[in-house]
């Protein structure tokens, strides 16, 4: 079943990077910069909360009590899945343009240690300028998947459960297309390529990709999280291109 098999590839990137102090150290000092930034804004949204709600629900000022304040819970809720779903993928579209060369290089590890094909090594400033035109791309595939999954929220009843859910679905996908570019970009795949071959099998990438999303929801475990989802996204490259993702010589302290 590919997503119990997306699952072993993402515990096997997370067993990868935890054991490799070396690795550890290059998916985790840009996280915790970023990490810092994010949790400031979440203190604010959740400051702003109620305010932004009662902005949001004008239309319910002269309803009962009972009706207005469930339009209200509901509204709170769609902001916040809307806003999760754009912070996880900004954050780590954020934390690849500030880490992009370190990200690389920890993909490159895990991939040569199982036996990459030839390619150059990827420059710092390469890094650097695919790093920043793939994390706009991808903060904006993220606003604009944000639309359908903040107004799925005001849904009433099953609106709070699904839309949290769908964006796990979306951001999932979205994270590994970002997070599987090193290990393709060194097979000459573009991001058209990209998105086309992680379509061959959803639930494969969803395997990978949602626990990577939701782990990176979790402030100060995304340190831990983007890394592993780093070196996962590369065994998810390495499967959907039919080469081996078995266990090779373990990557160096």
């Given amino acids: 079943m590919d997503v119990v098999a997306g699952l072993g590839l993402f515990v096997r990137g997370a067993v990868t990077v935890?054991?490799?102090?070396?690795?550890?150290?290059?998916?985790?000092?840009?996280?915790?910069?970023?990490?810092?930034?994010?949790?400031?804004a979440l203190v604010a949204l959740v400051a702003w909360l109620p305010d932004?709600?009662?902005?949001?629900?004008?239309?319910?000022?002269?309803?009962?009590?009972?009706?207005?304040?469930?339009?209200?819970?509901?509204?709170?809720?769609?902001i916040v899945g809307a806003a999760a779903g754009i912070a996880v993928v900004t954050f780590v579209a954020v934390t690849l343009t500030i880490g992009g060369p370190f990200y690389e290089r920890l993909a490159e590890i895990v991939?040569?240690?199982?036996?990459?094909?030839?390619?150059?090594?990827?420059?710092?400033?390469?890094?650097?300028?695919?790093?920043?035109?793939?994390?706009?791309?991808?903060?904006g595939l993220s606003v604009l998947a944000a639309v359908p999954l903040f107004l799925l929220g005001l849904v009433p009843v099953a609106g709070p459960v699904l839309?949290?859910?769908?964006?796990?679905?979306?951001?999932?996908?979205?994270?590994?297309?970002?997070?599987?570019?090193?290990?393709?970009?060194?097979?000459?795949?573009?991001?058209g390529d990209r998105r086309r071959l992680l379509r061959t099998r959803r639930a494969l990438t969803w395997g990978v990709g949602v626990p990577t999303y939701l782990l990176a929801a979790?402030?100060?475990?995304?340190?831990?999280?983007?890394?592993?989802?780093?070196?996962?996204?590369?065994?998810?490259?390495?499967?959907?291109?039919?080469?081996?993702?078995?266990?090779?010589?373990?990557?160096?302290?």
């Fill in 163 to 191: 839309a949290p859910v769908a964006a796990a679905l979306v951001g999932g996908r979205l994270l590994m297309i970002e997070l599987s570019a090193p290990a393709l970009q060194r097979r000459g795949l573009g991001l």
């Fill in 18 to 40: 935890l054991r490799s102090p070396r690795l550890l150290l290059l998916g985790a000092v840009p996280a915790l910069i970023v990490s810092v930034l994010y949790v400031g």
């Fill in 111 to 139: 991939d040569d240690e199982l036996g990459a094909p030839p390619g150059a090594p990827s420059s710092w400033a390469g890094a650097i300028a695919r790093g920043v035109r793939d994390g706009l791309l991808l903060v």
């Fill in 52 to 78: 932004l709600a009662v902005g949001l629900t004008p239309f319910a000022d002269a309803w009962s009590d009972g009706a207005r304040t469930t339009a209200r819970v509901a509204a709170g809720a769609a």
């Fill in 218 to 253: 979790i402030p100060l475990v995304a340190i831990l999280a983007i890394p592993a989802g780093s070196a996962a996204g590369t065994l998810l490259a390495r499967e959907l291109r039919g080469e081996t993702t078995g266990v090779g010589a373990r990557p160096q302290a």
